[in-house]
């Protein structure tokens, strides 16, 4: 090649199940869509800011609970085990539980692939002795862990709640994967949002900043970008709304007005006041968060919680 030719553009690839899902579920009635493709790079980096929030009390709360019970987990896990963490993000609260347990291995785990590498360098630097061993990939998919931690007991760590962003059939079918990937002897220490006063729970979903408003319209950024979609970003606005029947806030995004567009070469009609629902979060009384683990093939242990009972973490052993 001559030195004053162009290189060929690089011709943009689609992640198939990416436009799988975008498609099927703009097709359903009612449609919906699932959490997972909210987390590009963009996304991740809004999901870090919303837990920053004063509304969003789940990160706050979780984050005391990992600094004030370190002896405790040490004493009910003990040392040398590789902790292998569920979709890790930045992995902001894993250090509290790193230097509690003193772990043999840190395998964090999350499908957006630079925002991984990039914590997991950072841990890394702060924990110069631990092998930290990431793994890109959906942790609702079937994975492989590193050849490294091979023989080493192992505890799985499922932070901030998102075992509450699946329906129920799905949270036990992830729990058992879990259960069969981590092996015999595993514990999980897994993070489940309680019940609560409504008001409180929809402000957590609909802060006043509108952080969590744009952390919804981005997956509409997204489609359009990714799958050449042409939504119009206007077209929308972000819903939170709490289903006691279920016993979960809902995200939506919800046409403020007809609308006509196509995505992935297919074309879509939505009229006023129809939404796309976008994500649950489920919330769990102590009873069911039990019934929910123990038929994931988990056996509960310990638990600890706040003082106003807000968030729970709760240990458990492979059943």
């Known amino acids: 090649m001559l030195l004053t030719e162009e290189a060929p553009a690089r011709p943009r690839t689609i992640d198939p199940a990416f436009r799988r899902d975008i498609l099927d579920g703009l097709a359903r009635e009612p449609k919906a869509t699932p959490p997972i493709w909210f987390y590009d790079r963009r996304g991740s980096e809004l999901f870090e800011q919303i837990t920053d929030l004063p509304e969003y009390y789940p990160t706050r709360t979780e984050t005391a609970l990992l600094k004030a019970h370190g002896l405790d987990f040490a004493r009910a896990v003990g040392e040398g085990r590789a902790v292998v963490e569920f979709g890790a993000g930045s992995s902001r609260k894993t250090p509290h539980l790193l230097r509690a347990i003193r772990p043999a291995a840190y395998v964090p785990i999350d499908i957006s692939g630079d925002f991984l590498q990039a914590s997991s360098a950072q841990l890394a630097g702060d924990f110069p002795e631990l092998p930290v061993l990431p793994v890109v990939g959906d942790f609702n998919q079937p994975l492989d862990l590193p050849r490294e931690i091979a023989g080493m007991p192992r505890l799985g760590f499922f932070p901030g709640s998102t075992i509450g962003n699946m329906e129920p059939d799905a949270a036990v079918d992830l ?108 919330k769990y009384g102590t009873r069911d968060e039990r019934l929910l683990l123990r038929a994931g093939g988990w056996e509960p242990v310990e638990e600890w919680t706040d003082d106003e009972g807000l968030f729970g973490l709760v240990l458990a052993k492979a059943g």
């Open 175 to 282: 729990l058992r994967a879990m259960r069969r990937l981590l092996g015999e002897d595993a514990m999980l220490l897994i993070g489940m949002d309680r019940i609560k006063d409504r008001d409180r729970l929809i402000a957590a979903y609909d802060d006043a900043q509108g952080v969590t408003a744009a952390f919804n319209l981005n997956l509409i950024e997204r489609i359009n970008r990714e799958l050449e979609g042409d939504l119009p970003i206007d077209g929308f606005s972000h819903r939170a709304v709490w289903n006691d029947e279920k016993a979960r806030i809902e995200m939506h995004l919800e046409a403020v007005r007809p609308l006509h567009f196509h995505v992935a070469g297919a074309c879509f009609h939505m009229d006023a006041g129809e939404t796309i629902h976008t994500e649950s979060s489920h």
